[in-house]
């Protein structure tokens, strides 16, 4: 059974902060892993799918690293502005395609 | 394009009762996957669609059915209603392979009463 990690559980920056936080998972029979950016009343949306060790994405201010043998990834956000507030989610899939989600990470942006 | 589509978006009913749950899925996508999201917790794993079978199942009992259809469609039923169904039901399509990311739609809110 897939365990996988997230933290902090919640995070509550002021605009143009930068932040990051962590998805653990386990490092054996990997294949890939996701995150997910959920705003509240709106459907979680893909922000990355990432397979390979050492893998780095970046989609605007945000950025995400993946390190396959320690069983880790690092979501980064750059200058934090209000619309960044939101849960994001990881979820490393079986081959088949099922995923297990952490618990999520619940940014808070202030202006 | 449509994307993933789910109904109703809210839903009240009372222990016992049997409720089903309908989503389709984004056009082009052949697999659809439900889960259940509680309070304080990320999604959960429900079950898997794909070519009108179950291919695979997380932690739910046998309560919790599914059903595709050849328009690649798919309904959730739970059997005997519990106040712990209470939950956001999402439901996510994808292409086959399961490195792809997921298209989720809004979610069905069940309250159980």
Same mark, same amino acid.
């Given at each position: 059974i897939l365990n996988v990690e997230q933290s902090p559980?919640?995070?509550?920056?002021?605009?143009?902060?930068?932040?990051?936080? $962590?998805c653990s998972f386990p490092s054996?029979?990997?294949?890939?892993?996701?995150?997910?950016?959920?705003? $509240?009343?709106?459907?979680?949306?893909?922000?990355?799918v990432m397979t390979l060790n050492?893998?780095?994405k970046k989609k605007g201010r945000i950025s995400a690293t993946l390190n396959t043998k320690e069983g880790y990834s690092y979501l980064y956000i750059k200058g934090s502005q209000p619309e960044d507030s939101a849960t994001y989610l990881?979820?490393?899939p079986n081959q088949g395609g099922k995923l297990i989600f952490g618990q999520g990470t619940e940014l808070s942006v202030k202006p | 394009d449509a994307g993933v589509t789910q109904s109703p978006t809210h839903l009240i009913k009372t222990r016992g009762q049997q409720v089903t749950l309908r989503c389709s899925p984004k056009s082009g996508h052949d697999t659809v996957s439900w889960y259940?999201?509680? =309070?304080?917790?990320? !999604?959960?794993?429900?079950?898997?669609?794909?070519?009108?079978?179950?291919?695979?199942?997380?932690?739910? !009992?046998?309560r919790f059915s599914g059903h595709q259809f050849p328009n690649y469609s798919s309904e959730l039923n739970v059997? @005997?209603?519990? =106040?712990?169904?209470? @939950?956001?039901y999402l439901c996510a399509s994808s292409g086959r392979a399961g490195s792809e990311k997921l298209f989720f739609g809004s979610g069905t809110q069940l309250s159980v009463l």
């Open positions: 559980q919640s995070l509550h920056v002021q605009e143009g902060d930068s932040t990051n936080f $962590t054996s029979n990997f294949y890939a892993l996701h995150w997910y950016r959920w705003e $509240t009343a709106k459907s979680p949306e893909a922000l990355f050492g893998d780095e990881c979820a490393p | 259940q999201q509680a =309070l304080g917790q990320g !999604p959960q794993f429900i079950f898997q669609y794909y070519e009108e079978e179950e291919r695979q199942r997380g932690n739910f !009992p046998d059997n @005997a209603l519990l =106040l712990g169904d209470s @939950a956001l």
